[in-house]
């Protein structure tokens, strides 16, 4: 019996008694995912208990290992989980997500099929995770290189396998080959949904949930605006990665759009986000500098706060309109077919 079905059970029974299924949703941000820890710890300090007890926890790259840190807890055990998450952050040094190559980033451009070995990274999800399992439901988007199609991971997890699963779907296209995981190659799901809604909301409606008794908070590391960049002087990799951060922007935002329009009964209560004041952007995505990941949590606290203390102005709702008047690319047909229900 895949692990899915055993969590549904499990799930159905204590999220049923609540009568509310509760969304977390972590979007993509490699090194940013820090800002999405110092989020939670103003949502965990500052709410009541009963409403940040999860049940469905979803994340998009590295978005996808704080959701497992999270998710390898019990439902009202989130201090506890937090705990374990802060204090990885809050000692930068152990998180290794890379080594170069031999003859260094060239030879990954030619033969590797990505500038760095992920190896130190898939070591540190097997020191972290491994002989752990979820026991909330989950949602971990990846995109099969073969036939390029998103896929929720969590459909062919088995039982201590979520270490696996994280490095698939943390991925990252340019920097990491793809990770070769349950018999496939895997890139990051970032480049169809920096940050997924619709997945959760269906999985609480899998768990036999209506609409209107389902509440979504979401963690973003992008703002709602993009920031100018003079990107004169770019040289190769600076350029594509100034695409991935426009891409991200027009698909996340109007993924939450269309979640909101498509599901108008379901309550999007917080959407965590930087605003105005961007994050810093480095070219190089896995600066783990402790001062820097110190600042990111800082932010993400105070960010949380705001939209806290401020209910009725900085919303879900808010941030879309925000950016009502931007025409974002066509969505990918896999948001439709989510809408519909399809899980590939």
């Known amino acids: 019996?895949?692990?899915?079905?055993?969590?549904?059970?499990?799930?159905?029974?204590?999220?049923?008694?609540?009568?509310?299924?509760r969304i977390l949703s972590l979007s993509s941000g490699t090194e940013k995912a820090a800002y999405q820890v110092g989020a939670l710890k103003a949502l965990i300090e500052h709410l009541d208990?009963?409403?940040?007890?999860?049940?469905?926890?979803?994340?998009?790259?590295f978005g996808a290992?704080?959701?497992?840190?999270?998710?390898?807890?019990?439902?009202?055990d989130e201090k506890e989980?937090?705990?374990e998450l802060y204090g990885i952050w809050k000692n930068a040094k152990s998180i290794k997500t890379y080594q170069n190559?031999?003859?260094?980033?060239?030879?990954?451009?030619?033969?590797?099929?990505?500038?760095?070995?992920?190896?130190p990274w898939k070591q540190f999800l097997e020191k972290t995770i491994d002989g752990r399992n979820a026991k909330r439901m989950m949602t971990l988007g990846a995109v099969n290189v073969e036939s390029g199609k998103y896929t929720d991971?969590?459909?062919?997890?088995?039982?201590?396998?979520?270490?696996?699963?994280?490095?698939?779907?943390?991925?990252?296209?340019?920097?990491?080959?793809?990770?070769?995981?349950?018999?496939?190659?895997?890139?990051?799901?970032?480049?169809?949904?920096?940050?997924?809604?619709?997945g959760p909301i269906r999985r609480c409606e899998q768990l036999g949930f209506s609409r209107a008794d389902i509440i979504v908070d979401v963690l973003m590391t992008n703002s709602y605006d993009l920031p100018v960049r003079n990107a004169t002087n770019d040289s190769t990799i600076p350029s594509a990665l100034r695409y991935f951060e426009i891409a991200d922007f027009y698909s996340g935002v109007n993924g939450i759009a269309r979640a909101i329009s498509s599901f108008s009964e379901v309550t999007f209560r917080h959407c965590v986000n930087p605003g105005k004041n961007h994050l810093p952007t480095n070219w190089f995505p896995f600066d783990f500098n402790q001062k820097k990941i110190d600042v990111l949590l800082e932010r993400g606290y105070e960010d949380a706060l705001k939209t806290i203390n401020n209910p009725d102005t900085v919303t879900c709702q808010n941030l879309v309109k925000s950016v009502a008047h931007m025409k974002p690319p066509t969505p990918p047909k896999e948001v439709d077919d989510l809408i519909k229900g399809e899980f590939e």
């Open 153 to 198: 991971l969590v459909n062919i997890i088995t039982p201590d396998t979520l270490h696996s699963a994280i490095s698939a779907a943390t991925a990252l296209n340019i920097f990491f080959p793809p990770a070769n995981e349950f018999g496939a190659d895997w890139f990051d799901g970032s480049g169809v949904w920096p940050v997924e809604v619709i």
């Open 49 to 61: 208990p009963k409403e940040v007890e999860y049940d469905v926890i979803s994340g998009v790259s």
């Open 1 to 21: 019996m895949k692990l899915v079905g055993i969590i549904v059970m499990i799930l159905l029974v204590s999220a049923m008694a609540k009568n509310k299924c």
């Open 81 to 83: 989980a937090l705990e």
């Open 101 to 119: 190559w031999w003859f260094g980033p060239a030879q990954g451009v030619v033969n590797q099929g990505g500038l760095y070995d992920s190896k």
């Open 65 to 76: 290992f704080n959701a497992a840190m999270m998710a390898v807890h019990e439902k009202g």
